[in-house]
């Protein structure tokens, strides 16, 4: 989901890509763990109490379910209550 949303900002124009997108995502990516889409996670993002962006409740969801601390630019999903967060800026 994370990749998604970069890449829709990418192709609004929002930031540059300088380099091949598939290079792009691969040095991007390097080192990190993908979080499947699970039922319970979608179950949670359903439930969440929050903003309806389909996105941001998936990543929030899948925080929650997964214990992971959502690392994030949007001030809109910074402090979600249970779910641990951490500013990206």
Known sequence: MSTYE?????YK????IEEDLS???????A???EAPLTH???LVARQLQMHQDP????LAATAEVLDLTLVTA?????GLGT??????R
């Open 23 to 29: 290079e792009w995502l691969a040095r991007a990516t």
């Open 40 to 42: 319970e996670i979608a």
């Open 31 to 33: 080192g990190t763990r």
């Open 83 to 88: 779910i641990r967060t951490m500013a990206n």
């Open 6 to 10: 970069a890449l829709t900002l990418f």
């Open 55 to 58: 996105a941001d409740r998936i």
């Open 13 to 16: 124009g929002r930031f540059e």
């Open 74 to 78: 949007d001030q809109r999903l910074l």
